[in-house]
């Protein structure tokens, strides 16, 4: 059976089983309802989109759901290449929120394992945690498992969280029964008979005799403490089950394999990398399979990593990309021997066997392979400065004498330039001397809490989770009127005033959070900012205005920032809500030219564009998107003649609403990165030339854009670049301050508009004749000051010191160098005051740097009077001072310091 087989086969026993199917999250984790997940940089598992349900702040589309989640974990990294480990892995998982649970959904579990995919169930054992009597009684009487193949162990190990019942924390939890395919011979296992067959079991599986397939988890209690700080368990009154099983495991067992990377998922990755590199891959730990199979399993890895809009760079999720990137590199060029980028040629084979199933493979596929290039490239010139590095530090006299390189310096060549500390120890014992295993461990463990406090876990809903969970047990969700109406009718569910929930909010300095059943406000999303407007009632016939002076979207409400300076709103009044029509317009100006910009962006620069990110507001539009090179100015023409062509062009801006996500994938629909969409989107065309999806407000005609003007182009990371234009009455105001700035200009140069390029130039021209002219004049000068400069003799030294009043630097070196040249053999040391700014120079001929003397310590120390400083080279140097009030004692210190220099 094929990995695509059993991926499908799975769906379909679920889907068998009243499940409804669901698509994985990215890797970027985001929740079922769009938020951003910040305690952890990357999806780790099937159920962590789920997290809003699995609390109650959400409720879920169906209460069975199944999916096959695409994640990473980067915990063992460094363990990469062997036959085990994985950064990137697909999760199955079948999910219960208050429906089934252990009754069914073991005997499912088994029904799967051993009829479905046939795995051998006499190869199989289970755990259950030691006090769950129920899922033990399951597996023993319903499934007919004897009792020494039920291991029953302790919270540490079949609990989640892990020792919650002893250590917190309080909320969800509950036991879990993990299942365990036996992947040694019977003949390897232990038999000691004075052992109880959980210790055999227990000695086995830390012997790797045993391969962790499947895991359920039943959460059924709501953990809370006694007044003493005794733990409680209080059943929940819906109990729910996570399933997680491991995709690529399974598929290694039941494609009887010894590894995952034998099965067809790595096959031609593997196949690709021996016909590349002309070697061929054994199957075995040496240097040279190992390290097959660290770029086999890494190029999986960073293909879907970028596919979901994760590009390389230093910090978050871009560092650990970049390290795993650089760790493929690192073993291709020094193992396998890739001299040249190679990892972009292997790619297409994840791309092609996996691109089925994970559609955004192929969609953005000149984008990964493009990224994947320009990175490879950029480290192999670090790959080469870190060796350098090495063989320098190698060869301190600190290494060399008590020849052992220290932890701290090979901690900076792990973190700085990617060398595992394996590598590492190798090159510096090839050189007789060790490594400071202690000190590497002491400066990793300072960086793992440095990075541990700055990923620290965050509330899914911050401030606002405990009102919402209160809301959403007596209300509906927030209807969104906003795409036709700009005002309507509505009542307040709820008022919200520091994170707490209020019946009433009268006049106060603060700002607080009104939700309305429906409203016709935008809430900020997908980069376009909330709607401001106002909300108007009467009472006792005076009209009461509050303003809103923003909208937010949490768990599905509305939530509208007011700020009452008069009356009170309270819970479940009647009130008018109106949009501020001339901001939402130009908000949709920018948004509708967002889209065209990306557009023409694709079309002048390549399919390898694609959102990193955006900001819409009423005032401009700013466009992050994929690119790995400023723009030219004439792309940047190009586009924006693009842009106002579609403008012009009058096309009228369609919008379809509840399309089936893959049909409008294969419509070509753009899609935002990192966005996790539903079974039904929307889509936002301007037929012939732009189709995305998207959630925002559009204008109805591409003509009501108006202009657009692009105003700035840079770089805001490695491979992204940020457009920033304006639209529409920006556009006009932008054009207006043009044209007044040249309007002054040309007054200045007493021309007219059309006629300043011009002037300019014929002005640039005369003031370089003009400097010309005054070089000749000062050279001149110089000839005559030269004969007037008299030197005295000290130690035998012909010595010219003087002041030469308004001076450059300029004007001092030619100087100097005429009197050196006019006496033949000197020391010359010039000074002068020209802006309020000190400056030396000296001059030193030839013939006497033998003896000694040295124009840029000599210079050095003459500054240092005037409170300066400076140096250079041994016949010619310069400095500067802040203090003009010491030029003449400066320059009065030269004698002696000539004396004292020569030999």
Known sequence: MLAHQLRQKYLDFFVSKEHLLLPGAPLVPVDALGNLDTSTLFTSAGMQQFKPYFIGAAIPPKSRIATVQKCLRTNDIDSVGDFSHCTLFEMLGNFSFGDYFKGEVIPWTWDFLTNVVGVDGDRLCVTVFEEDDEAFAIWRDVIGLTEDRIHRLPESKNYWPANAISEGPNGPCGPCSEIFYRVAPLEEMTTTANLTPTQRYLIDDDAGRYLEVWN??????????????????????????????????????????????????FQPTLEQIGELSKRSYGGSMSPVDFAFRVVAEHIRSMTFCIADGILPSNEGRGYVLRYIMRRAVRYGKMVLGFEEPFLHDIAPKIIASMGDFYTELKEREELILRTIFDEEE????????????????????????????????????????GFPLRLTEEIVQEAGLTVDLAGFDKAMEAQRHRSREASGEKEVFGAYRDALLQVSQQNPLTEFLGYTELSASAKILAIIQDGALVKTASASPNSVEVILDRTPFYAESGGQVGDTGVLRYSESDTVFTVDVADTKKVAGYFLHVV??????LQVGREVHAEVNREQRLATMRNHTATHLLQAALRKVLGGHVYQKGSSVSPERLRFDFTHSSPMTDAQIHEIEEIVNAQSLADTGVIIHTDIPVAEAKERGAMALFGEKYGDKVRMVEVPGFSLELCGGTHLNHTSQVGLCKIVAETGVAAGVRRIEAVTGSGAYAYVNRKEEALAHLAGVLKTNVHDVATALDKLISQNRELTQQVRQLKSGQGVAQVAELTPTTVSGVAVVCQAIPAADVETLSNLADRTAQHLGSAVVVLGSVNEGKVTFVAKVTADLLSQGLHAGNLVREVAKIAGGGGGGRPDFAQAGGRNPDKLEEALASVPALVAAQKR
């Open 216 to 265: 359920n988890v039943f959460t059924q209690f709501d953990r809370a403490e006694t007044a003493d700080g005794k733990p409680l368990l209080n059943p929940l009154p819906k109990k729910n089950n996570d399933t997680g099983a491991g995709f690529d495991r399974i598929a290694y067992v039941i494609q009887g394999k010894k590894s995952v990377f034998e099965t067809d998922l």
């Open 378 to 417: 950029r480290f192999r010139r670090t790959l080469d400065t870190g060796l350098t590095q090495l063989r320098q530090l190698l060869k301190t006299e600190k290494v060399e004498t008590e020849k052992i390189l220290p932890g701290k310096d090979a901690f900076t060549l792990y973190d700085t330039y």
């Open 563 to 568: 700020n009452i300076n008069d009356g009170a």
